[in-house]
């Protein structure tokens, strides 16, 4: 099944936060699924008594409380109900333990911005929960909606790429929706000089992974638009959003064997930092 039963939405306040509460609301309401609500604070470090803080605790939780206590009202505007938790230590690590935890079947994260920082997200938390995390993770600009208008899929044939397209095609199979489908040719210096019979099977490559696209679409009764780009796999991807207005991205991540590549700049990576619409991560 394609719906999630439960959603773990990763909450510090930001614009990019509310946002993916907002999301995860709408979500909620078609499928009836539950929110949890979780915002993480640092875990005590050093001895606050020395500068004058009495209550420890306190001067700790505060900010997350009220972190929370925000999350509930803009709930209760979307007409959702949710359940929250507030947790202390590493985000990222608090983020994937209680996503397991609690048998959530789908993380949803904000994105800040587009600049440079955002876009290279080396070493962030959205980045490192990707990485380790078994759990599928939506990740949306502050800007995203949510619609299942126009779902693109970016697949370059591999197994967890396999476990991407099986659940976009649910997804276009139960919200009655066609799939767009892409594979990348990586193009550089060097492709041009491999020769055309070499470049010719790289294209042929493509055409195959597409193929299973359009097979398995045919199964279940998905119609399937399929495209071959060339370029820089992120660049190309995130143009092809644009240019279909595409809605949604749907791609595979490697899980904690690709940690080291998502976390120097991977394509799953980069256009989570470039895309102008959500992008779900699928995991094995």
């Known amino acids: 099944m394609a719906k999630y039963r439960k959603i773990l939405v990763a909450y510090d306040g930001s614009p990019s936060a509310r946002n ?21 604070v640092p875990p005590y470090q050093g001895d606050l008594e020395l500068i004058g803080v009495s209550d420890i605790k306190e001067a700790i939780t505060g900010p997350g409380q009220e972190m929370l206590a925000e999350a509930r009202q803009l709930a209760d505007r979307e007409g959702v109900n949710i359940l929250t938790n507030l947790e202390q230590g590493e985000p990222y690590e608090q983020i994937v333990h209680v996503a397991e935890e609690e048998n959530c079947d789908l993380i949803i994260m904000g994105r800040r911005g ?13 980045a490192r929960v990707i990485g380790h995390t078994n759990k599928d993770v939506l990740v949306t600009p502050e800007t995203g909606k949510l619609s299942w208008e126009s779902i693109l899929l970016a697949t370059d044939g591999s197994t967890c790429c396999d476990n991407a397209l099986a659940r976009a095609l649910e997804i276009a199979q139960e919200r009655k929706t066609k799939l767009n489908a892409v594979s990348v040719v ?17 294209y ?11 097979n398995w679409g045919r199964d279940l009764g998905v ?45 799953t990576e980069r256009v989570i930092g470039y895309a102008d619409c959500p992008v779900l991560i699928c995991h094995l």
């Open 20 to 40: 993916a509460l907002s999301l995860a609301s709408r979500l909620a309401g078609e499928d009836k699924s539950w929110i949890k609500m979780l915002a993480v």
């Open 114 to 126: 587009k600049g440079t920082v955002e876009r290279a997200l080396i070493g962030s938390v959205t």
């Open 186 to 202: 990586y193009t550089n210096d060097e492709f041009y000089a491999l020769g055309q019979e070499v470049a010719k099977e790289l």
């Open 204 to 214: 042929q490559e493509a055409d195959k992974v597409l193929d299973k696209v359009r």
């Open 223 to 267: 119609q399937a638009e399929l495209f071959v780009r060339d370029g820089d796999p992120h660049q190309a991807i995130t143009d092809l959003a644009a240019e279909i207005s595409a809605t949604l991205i749907v791609m595979g991540s490697h899980g904690r064997k690709g940690l080291t590549r998502l976390l120097m700049g991977s394509v």
